[in-house]
Structure formats: structure tokens, C-alpha cells
Nanobody, 115 residues
Framework: QVRLVEFGGGLVQPGGSLRLSCTAS????????ITWYRQAPNNEREFVAR????????EYADSVKGRFTISRDNAKATVYLQMNNLNLQDTAVYYC????????WGQGTQVTVSS
């Protein structure tokens, strides 16, 4: 079993930055990738960024390319999402998901971009 816990959400002004973290615990040896998703009110959950645990390869949604950076620290079993130049459309609950023998989700962390 794998448990994911997200931290780092909060309220930020447009143009500001936040760094989210997703820390995993449990049986991690089969974890292949960690992905950040987000869900805004009345919207479907959407892909934000993914990192492959072994290679560090990354992938981003077009809407966040150049502004968000995903990275991993395998020693700390943590994946980070550095979010810069935030805008109102980035407001959402951000979730991390791990894929291994099963799919695991964190509880989510709220990011609110508002002036």
C-alpha cells in the first residue's frame, strides 16, 4: 500500500509562486511515475505534469509549460511542483497520483490565485 500526502497549497496573488510537494510512504519499489492533476470547481480533473520515478523524464500540460516545473527526490520519496507566474486559471485543488501495482491518489491541496 502507498500513501501520498500533498503540502504547499495556499493563497497567492497573480504572478506569484508556490511549491507543492507530494510525499509517498509505504511500499514504493513498484512506483513508476508520479503525476500532478488539478480540479477547478465545476471542471473535470486535468493533467498538469508527470515525472518518471526512475529516469526523471517529465511531461507537462501545454497550459503550464514554461511556468511549472516538476522534480523528484527519490531519497525523500517526494515529488515537487514548482509553480511560477500563477494566474487565476491555476486556481484548483491539486492532487498527486502514483502509478505502481495500483493507482494511488493523495487527498489534494488547495491552490487559490486571487488579487
Amino acid at each position: 500500500q502507498v500513501r501520498l500526502v500533498e503540502f504547499g497549497g495556499g493563497l497567492v496573488q497573480p504572478g506569484g509562486s508556490l511549491r507543492l510537494s507530494c510525499t509517498a510512504s509505504g511500499l514504493l519499489t513498484n512506483i513508476f511515475s508520479i503525476t500532478w492533476y488539478r480540479q477547478a470547481p465545476n471542471n473535470e480533473r486535468e493533467f498538469v505534469a508527470r515525472v518518471i520515478r526512475g529516469t526523471g523524464d517529465t511531461e507537462y500540460a501545454d497550459s503550464v509549460k514554461g511556468r511549472f516545473t516538476i522534480s523528484r527526490d527519490n531519497a525523500k520519496a517526494t515529488v515537487y511542483l514548482q509553480m511560477n507566474n500563477l494566474n487565476l486559471q491555476d486556481t484548483a485543488v491539486y492532487y498527486c497520483r502514483a502509478i505502481g501495482s495500483q493507482v494511488y491518489w493523495g487527498q489534494g491541496t488547495q491552490v487559490t490565485v486571487s488579487s
